[in-house]
């Protein structure tokens, strides 16, 4: 009797309850991981980097025995099932409008063979909390009060070695043993569930206490950088809440995991909202395509707008895929509301450039700033480029370390008149009526 494991968004070897039940038939178990070329060719170069470093971490840790293969899921999955005789396909559950989408074309390939899905990427898998009448929340303060009376289970125990792994090798029929391939671009922080453990440890160590203080700061090096490992399932949510007590900075920071549920419930529950507006009442607002629209675009994406805050954003994530979250709202109210671009312009962007891109939280991001989405900050906030980067980043340290040419004739004039464009933008919300 032989499973099959497959590999997704949970590139781990702890706390993956899927595991465990793949081991538990007490038979063989094949460790596979399907690379779709749909999602190779909708990563950035630093994700896809991530990812195959984060293979190799995984691979290491099964001592060589994952299958790494190529293909459509559907043909793939069934085809190493068949190979090794497998009863059953051990998943963690994905939620995403893709992934659902391809685990039920993957259970309609595999005919009786089931696919079994455990556990998922959240403290609280999506669609779990509702409201008393059964509806979805759509703001966040009530999601957060039910979420955390909710709450959720201990992390799974270790099955590593209650499992007993095919070797890749031993496939004869239907595993095509790929190599795991590379991207040409450098990672600012290691990837991988070694990695991940490593850096948790840290940030609770050193940084956690003054979290809810200072996260705010770009200036300040006092995030925890997890979220690429969370994007990827490096690591657990559960395996970071256990160390967070009572603190106000670990309070804080479960808040932070709190959204991060709340945000991919929002798109379980309204799928279309991956590239629509959630409220579609703000579909007929007045937005710029134009040829001016996309010179400015540019400006926006190289970092030469004449804001320094702005810009120092934009370069910090075109050089190492990454921008602190502050700056993420900063960077976005400008796109939005002082040039006048669709704010999928600015989220297509982001998933290209960044190493922690989730659909989730960033297409939600986006239209939380923009207005459009759940809970979103009311149209009327438009953030000054200026004063947030007064406030934020106080000494102009940021500023500085990505905007080196801040002070040089040849760093641009504004490209736009912030006080102007603000009252263009409301001007445009309010026509909405």
């Not at 070329?37 to 994700?47: C, D, I, V, Y």
């Not at 691979?59 to 497998?86: F, Q, S």
């Not at 007045?286 to 810009?311: C, H, M, N, S």
């Amino acid at each position: 009797m032989s499973t099959l494991l497959w590999f997704r968004r949970d590139l781990r070897l702890t706390d993956l309850p899927a595991l465990l039940d793949a081991a538990a038939s007490g038979g063989e178990v094949l460790a596979c991981y399907v690379l779709d070329p749909r999602l190779a060719a909708s990563s950035g170069a630093r994700r896809l980097k991530y990812l195959y470093d984060a293979l190799r971490d995984l691979r290491a840790g099964l001592d060589g025995r994952l299958m790494v293969t190529e293909g459509r899921p559907e043909l793939r999955i069934p085809a190493l099932a068949n190979a090794i005789g497998a009863t059953s396909v051990h998943v963690s559950g994905d939620y995403t409008p893709f992934g659902r989408r391809r685990d039920d074309a993957v259970r309609a390939a595999l005919g009786d063979v089931p696919l079994e899905d455990s556990g998922s990427p959240y403290l609280v898998t999506p669609g779990r909390i509702a409201k008393d009448d059964g509806t979805p929340y759509k703001v966040f303060t009530p999601f957060f009060t039910a979420w955390h009376r909710h709450g959720w289970r201990a992390p799974a125990e270790s099955g590593l070695e209650s499992a007993r792994w095919i070797d890749p090798s031993d496939v004869k029929d239907g595993g095509n043993l790929e190599d795991i391939g590379d991207v040409e671009v450098e990672l600012d922080l290691p990837a991988g569930e070694t990695a991940a453990l490593e850096q948790w440890k840290s940030f609770v160590k050193t940084g956690l206490a003054g979290y809810a203080e200072d996260r705010n700061r770009p200036d300040l090096d006092v995030t925890s950088r997890m979220s690429a490992h969370l994007k990827f399932g490096t690591i657990h949510p559960r395996t970071m809440a256990v160390d967070l007590g009572r603190g106000e900075g670990a309070q804080a920071y479960l808040r932070e995991l709190a959204f991060r549920d709340f945000y991919a419930n929002v798109l379980y529950e309204w799928p279309h909202s991956v590239w629509w507006n959630w409220n579609k009442s703000f579909d007929d607002i007045q937005v710029d395509d134009g040829e001016d629209a996309k010179r400015l675009f540019e400006a926006w994406k190289a970092g030469r707008t004449g804001f320094p805050i702005v810009d120092a954003g934009m370069r910090q994530l075109a050089e190492i895929g990454w921008i602190h979250n502050r700056v993420r709202m900063i960077v976005a109210s400008f796109l939005v509301k002082d040039l006048h671009l669709p704010w999928q312009w600015g989220a297509r962007w982001f998933l290209d450039q960044l190493v922690d891109g989730d659909m989730a939280n960033n297409q939600h991001g986006w239209q939380w700033t923009a207005g459009t989405g759940t809970d979103a900050a009311p149209y009327f906030r438009v953030f000054n480029p200026t004063t947030q980067g007064d406030k934020f980043d106080p000494d102009g340290a940021y500023i500085r370390r990505w905007v080196p040419d801040v002070d040089d004739d040849a760093y641009p004039d504004p490209i736009v008149d912030h006080a102007a464009e603000r009252k263009e933008a409301l001007r445009r919300y309010s026509a909405l009526g």
